[in-house]
């Protein structure tokens, strides 16, 4: 059974920075394409930014040009590197992998990101 856990949420100033790491378990994690997402509250769950086992990414408007995912298949981990943060980037993020073969989704519990002043 898969099992995503988030960490690195937190508050932060509109403008600051900060890094979400999702440590993945339970299969091979080349396997997976993983996915950061989003919820406000009042708002739908949405996507932030994806990213394949060969390392091809796509990501929302709103967040080109200041988020960047990654991932590191040794340690079995996927980043989110946000800066330039808006208060309107406040959410809680999930972290999301989903099987190409059986499409499969597995989601981590999430964590509060916090932008304001």
């Known amino acids: 059974q898969v099992q995503l856990v988030e960490s690195g949420g937190g508050l932060v100033q509109p403008g600051g920075s900060l890094t979400l790491s999702c440590a993945f378990s339970?299969?091979?994690?080349?396997?997976?394409?993983m996915g950061w997402y989003r919820q406000a509250p009042g708002k739908q769950r949405e996507l932030v930014a994806r990213i394949t086992a060969g390392g091809t990414t796509n990501s929302a408007d709103s967040v080109k040009g200041r988020f960047t995912i990654s991932r590191d298949n040794a340690k079995n981990t996927v980043y989110l590197q946000m800066n330039s943060l808006k208060p309107e980037d406040t959410a809680v993020y999930y972290c999301?992998?989903?099987?190409?073969?059986?499409?499969?989704?597995?989601w981590g519990q999430g964590t509060q990101v916090t932008v304001s002043s």
């Open positions: 339970g299969s091979i994690f080349s396997f997976y394409v």
């Open positions: 999301n992998a989903i099987r190409p073969s059986n499409n499969i989704n597995y």
